[in-house]
């Protein structure tokens, strides 16, 4: 099944999908990270660490084996771009996901300050 993202409710809600299932994106509980459910089920997460008052650290990112390959963790990796660039924040990537989107997508250029290895 191929995820077709092709009507967003909200900057991190819901993404509709082609075969009209939903994968909600929000802000996980401690608000460190997204939440990636399907059907209610948390099939994907980042986390991400403030630094001072203008930068984020990704961590970690994780999609179930099940769910790879369908731009879930791309997603992920947008929610956080998109939060840092509301709260005016820059990005360091530890993740070695998180850094390879940052490194493969030019749209994260704005927010990127380092790689870390």
Not at 56 to 67: H, K, M, P, R
Not at 101 to 111: G, L, P, S, T, V
Request: hydrophobic residues 40%.
């Amino acid at each position: 099944m191929n995820i077709v993202i092709y009507k967003s409710i909200s900057v991190f809600g819901i993404f509709r999908t082609m075969m009209n299932t939903e994968i909600e994106y929000t802000l996980s509980s401690d608000g460190l990270g997204f939440d990636a459910r399907y059907n209610g089920r948390r099939i994907g997460y980042i986390t991400y660490v403030r630094v001072g008052i203008d930068k984020l650290i990704i961590d970690y990112t994780n999609v179930e084996e099940g769910f790879r390959n369908r731009n879930i963790g791309l997603t992920l990796v947008r929610s956080v771009a998109n939060l840092a660039r509301q709260q005016k924040r820059r990005v360091i990537t530890m993740c070695p996901f998180a850094r390879a989107m940052f490194n493969r997508y030019a749209e994260f250029d704005d927010i990127r300050l380092m790689n870390a290895h």
